[in-house]
């Protein structure tokens, strides 16, 4: 099976010269172009639960395949509206057949699939900070934006450590087959930002969980799949082949055209 991947699209973010359609489009048409059978996104989709959800379905429509999603923490973000939580919206999400939190997919015999969100830790911050100045997300004038947009009945570490939990639980669905795992939240520490530097000893917090670690010794995890940190990065570590292919925002592309980033993003498993 030819398994596409990719993540943080951002389709809803200001753009000059594309819209979401044209993200559909071009997307379907390197689907199409490269045979892929079965499409995996890594989170942050849109910064809206029902744009990110009509999306995928639209997609999936215009490529006649299968597409699975992990949310990421954009499509966590409350609606201006209000009237919604961040933990309504993942409800939401464990209730759509193309989310896979609590859905392991079972490919064959030998392959399948487990994905969640994740969340961040801070175990990736410089021991400097203490629990209660990262907690703030308030750092050099600045303010991660998880702080104001997103809201959980819990603190950062104990979301991590709740969705690991449910993570160990569809892993040991699969029994023994070769399993692919995709997340948001990055988890090894080869993708957080290089330290040491000037914003990211603090916001390193905020990128990935240490709570994923024993996952890799205590089952045969073959490929791990990730996005959030907005580059695009691949290496092979004990026996499991990491997969950071983010789109990322337009300003951080390395040309203008939708088209050409989306073909250098795309990467494929083939199982």
């Known amino acids: 099976m030819r398994i596409g991947i990719i993540s943080d699209l951002h389709i809803d973010r200001r753009h000059a010269h ?33 744009i990110t959800i009509g999306f995928v379905r639209s997609l999936m429509d215009r490529a006649g395949i299968d597409i699975r999603f992990v949310p990421g923490n954009h499509d966590y973000w409350q609606p201006e509206s209000g009237g919604v939580s961040s933990a309504d919206i993942y409800r939401y999400y464990t209730e759509q057949p193309e989310s896979m939190i609590g859905s392991p997919l079972i490919l064959d015999d030998r392959w399948a699939i487990v994905g969640h969100s994740g969340w961040y830790d801070y175990s990736y911050a410089d021991a400097r900070f203490s629990r209660e ?79 994923f670690d024993n996952f890799y010794k205590d089952y045969p995890i073959r490929y791990s799949i990730m996005g959030h940190v907005h580059f695009r990065h691949q290496f092979t570590d004990q026996g499991v082949h990491y997969i950071c292919p983010c789109l990322g925002y337009s300003r951080e592309w390395r040309t203008d055209d939708l088209t050409t980033e989306i073909k250098n993003t795309l990467q494929i498993i083939n199982v």
């Open 18 to 50: 594309y819209s979401i359609t044209d993200f559909e489009q071009i997307l379907a048409d390197e689907i199409h172009r490269r045979k892929i059978e079965l499409l995996l996104i890594a989170g942050d989709i849109s910064s809206d639960y029902r």
């Open 133 to 211: 100045k990262i907690a703030t997300g308030k750092f050099y004038g600045g303010t991660w934006q998880d702080k104001v947009r997103t809201s959980w009945p819990m603190d950062d570490p104990a979301l991590s450590k709740a969705f690991a939990d449910s993570v160990r639980q569809d892993l040991e669905q699969v029994g023994d087959r070769s399993i692919i795992m995709m997340t948001h939240v990055v988890t090894h520490r080869s993708f957080a930002v290089p330290t040491p530097h000037r914003l990211f000893d603090f916001y390193n917090a905020f990128i990935g969980t240490s709570d």
